[in-house]
């Protein structure tokens, strides 16, 4: 490896743990009102709970069908059932994961810190491929094919039953990006990527570039300064895209024609998750907001948890879910931000954005707690 590539690696691992403790600024955080008792008006309840240990790495939950998969740090794979909570099958790779977990339902794939993308299927090992460069955000499994997103801003597809190299695509960006799970899903028959501040149209079979829309743009005189990157989970609606840029803006494209549909100032560091009226997103200083999906007015926010390090969102039909850094998980009214129910986890911080499993709703904590919830 050359003294640039070192270079590069110390500053990123420099800027993840900068944007992990919100550092950066050379500030602290404000603490937090207390919350008083809150009055359920919406229930929670777990159904099951599960343990796949301790995560430390930007861990997306794949949830396909009944089927749930993730990973912990040291290398276990696990895929589990959505119902149950109860293993459909469990590897332990021994080698340490940086990036995942990505799944179409039967191959689920993970990228190890030494850089090599592994393919599961079943609980065997289908095919491994050494990458170039670092990855941080989980592979895409989609159409046959292996889809992923390197931290030097190459693109890669590969066969998903041979791992054959198919193509790449690099495109040039600032030397920085963040020790984040990225934007990196299929719209149609596009692959939807997020690239420095924009979101990239590329054909799928090819891996040319159909479009690029900014999402935004670098500004400042030093590279930490110019930093920008799209980090997930992004939110799909038909062909509609919207995600976040690092501490700068949201906006929403619509990926079939490669068009800028709105962008607005939002300065923070998780994605986003909506629905067909409106777009959630937690800011740094622990504001949640709302925009109207279609246009981006502002439809509301609510201070309630302000100075909170909160979770990336998960918009449900009974409200909205997020949990904070002190291992409280949160319910708001999708109508107006009011605080609807507050439970306590079982552990700290959520290791990953909840995600949707058939009825249930999926957290994992970093100590590795899994919990399967239902809102009634």
């Known amino acids: 490896m050359n003294t640039s590539h070192w270079s590069v690696m110390s500053k990123l691992a420099w800027l993840s743990l900068c944007a992990a403790l919100m550092a950066c600024s050379g500030t602290s955080r404000p603490k937090p009102e207390d919350i008083p008792s809150v009055p359920v008006l919406q229930d929670v309840q777990t159904r099951w709970s599960a343990q796949i240990g301790p995560v430390d790495f930007p861990l997306v939950v794949s949830a396909r069908a009944d089927r749930v998969a993730l990973a912990n740090s040291q290398g276990t794979v696990a895929v589990l059932s ?58 895409l499994v989609a159409g046959g094919r292996v889809f992923v997103l390197t931290a030097d801003r190459s693109v890669l597809a590969y066969d998903g039953v041979t791992g054959h190299k198919l ?26 990527v997020g ?105 509301w926010d609510t201070e309630r948890l302000k100075y909170r390090a909160l979770s990336a969102p998960l918009v449900t039909p009974r409200g909205v879910l997020l949990a904070d850094n002190g291992g409280w998980l949160y319910v708001l009214s999708l109508a107006d931000g009011a605080l609807l129910n507050r439970i306590k986890l079982e552990g700290n911080d959520l290791a990953a ?19 399967g919830l239902q809102i009634p």
């Open 82 to 139: 959505a119902q149950t909570g109860q293993d459909i099958w469990r590897l332990n790779l021994n080698q340490p994961i940086a990036a995942g977990v990505g799944s179409d339902g039967q191959q689920v794939a993970v990228v190890t810190r030494d850089n090599q993308l592994v393919v599961l299927e079943e609980g065997k090992v289908l095919w491994r491929q050494t990458l170039s460069a670092q990855s941080f955000t989980p592979p």
């Open 167 to 192: 193509w790449t695509q690099q495109r040039p960006g600032e030397p920085l990006v963040l020790k984040q799970a990225g934007v990196l899903l299929p719209v149609k028959n596009t692959l939807v």
């Open 195 to 299: 690239l420095s501040g924009r979101l990239t149209g590329l054909d799928p079979n090819t891996g040319s570039i159909r479009w690029e829309s900014a999402i935004t743009t670098p500004r400042g005189t030093n590279d930490m300064e110019r930093l920008v990157d799209l980090v997930g989970p992004a939110d799909r609606l038909g062909d509609v895209v919207c995600a976040r840029a690092f501490q700068s803006q949201i906006g929403c494209v619509n990926a079939e024609r490669g068009q800028n549909v709105w962008t607005r100032a939002s300065n923070g560091e998780r994605g986003v998750s909506g629905n067909e009226r409106l777009l959630i997103a937690a800011l740094s200083n622990g504001v949640v907001q709302a925009w109207n999906r279609s246009n981006g007015e502002r439809l």
């Open 353 to 371: 954005a909840p995600v949707q499993a058939g009825a249930n709703f999926v957290l994992v904590t970093r100590e590795g707690r899994v919990m």
